[in-house]
């Protein structure tokens, strides 16, 4: 009997990546990587097993072929500029987080695809007032009710090599005097290492946490001033902190909102203001996993 083949959606991105290599390494998988660029992505992910084939989640049609056969299907998408939003080129909440994995669940209906595991966030809510947080939570709603055998993840700030942000506060403390951290810098964190979200999905293909929900952290959690200086400690590179008023942020959300393309948002204000911490005890109840202590984690930056 040949091998089972994944799909994973939002394979060329960060975490799909992660995912992506993760079930090569273990040769139990032929993965078929869905992504808006799948020329670019097979130059900066060439493994044996894996292939890459144009899909996207805004284009329902592009998904039916790009899931034939596959028996199973990680939703890793995340959209370009994630979490602030780009409506002139369709990138929102709504249109991707949403509406995207209703059209991969339409789709892995029709393929008969067996197997639905969805990366989401710890603070999806269905009733919440930000968008992207309503967004994962209106689409945690839609898989649980699918029929499918799903499994969904919710994961705090994820790190790793290839991340955007404890990567870009390393980058910013090699020339800037003083770091700005948005808000009070008391929001809470609680950094999960790519390599660990990925090892659960590995594991969540094999049978394990079927129809169930679970956060994903690392076993420490943190003030984002506390984040911050962990970096500075780690890099060697000291540098005094300075708070960025939220009103200020979401004043000049408000106005770069309006840009053709926006750098930030007042979402995005929120986004990054807002406590991310979880309850890992299910997880590692479920799933049997050494979650990597922090700084153990950022060992790449030395």
């Known amino acids: 009997m040949g091998q089972k083949t994944v799909a994973v959606a939002g394979g060329s991105g960060f975490i799909g990546r992660a995912i992506i290599r993760r079930l090569a390494a273990a040769q139990g998988w ?4 869905l992504s808006r660029f799948p020329e670019r992505a097979r130059k900066r992910l060439s493994l044996p097993g894996v292939e890459f084939v144009k899909a996207e989640v805004t284009d329902p049609s592009s998904l039916a072929p790009a ?7 990680v939703n890793a998408v995340q959209f370009e500029g994630y979490p602030i939003e780009d409506p002139a080129r369709g990138l929102t909440f709504e249109r991707v987080d949403y509406r995207g994995t209703l059209a991969l669940l ?7 695809t067996e ?7 710890v603070s999806a809510d269905e009733a919440s007032s930000h968008p992207g947080f309503r967004a994962k939570g209106m689409a945690e709603r839609a898989i649980r009710e699918s029929g499918l055998d799903y499994t969904i993840f919710r994961p705090s700030l994820v790190y790793g090599p290839e991340d955007k942000v404890i990567n870009n506060i390393a980058k910013a403390l090699r020339f800037v005097p003083v770091f700005a951290v948005p808000g ?4 809470k964190l609680q950094p999960v290492l790519v390599d660990d979200l990925a090892a659960c999905v590995e594991l969540a293909l094999g049978g394990k946490g ?3 929900t679970y956060d994903v952290g690392g ?10 200086r962990i970096v500075m400690q780690v890099t060697g590179r000291q540098r005094p902190i300075v708070h960025v008023p939220e009103g200020l942020m979401r004043l000049a959300g408000a106005v770069m909102e309006k840009l053709p393309k926006p ?4 979402d995005a204000v929120t986004f990054v203001t807002a406590d991310s911490v979880c309850n890992i005890e299910p997880l590692v109840k479920e799933f049997g996993i050494r979650l990597t202590p922090l700084r153990e984690g950022l060992r790449y930056l030395a």
Not at 30 to 33: A, V
Not at 67 to 73: F, N, R, T, V, Y
Not at 219 to 228: G, I, R, S, Y
């Open 67 to 73: 899931l034939k056969d596959a028996s199973a299907l």
């Open 219 to 228: 076993p420490d959690a943190m003030t984002f001033d506390e984040l911050v």
């Open 184 to 187: 009070t810098g008391k929001q």
């Open 106 to 112: 339409d789709a892995a209906k029709a393929a008969r």
């Open 263 to 266: 750098v930030l948002s007042r």
């Open 210 to 212: 079927r129809k169930e």
């Open 115 to 121: 197997r639905f595991i969805y990366i989401s966030g």
């Open 30 to 33: 032929s993965i078929r990587g």
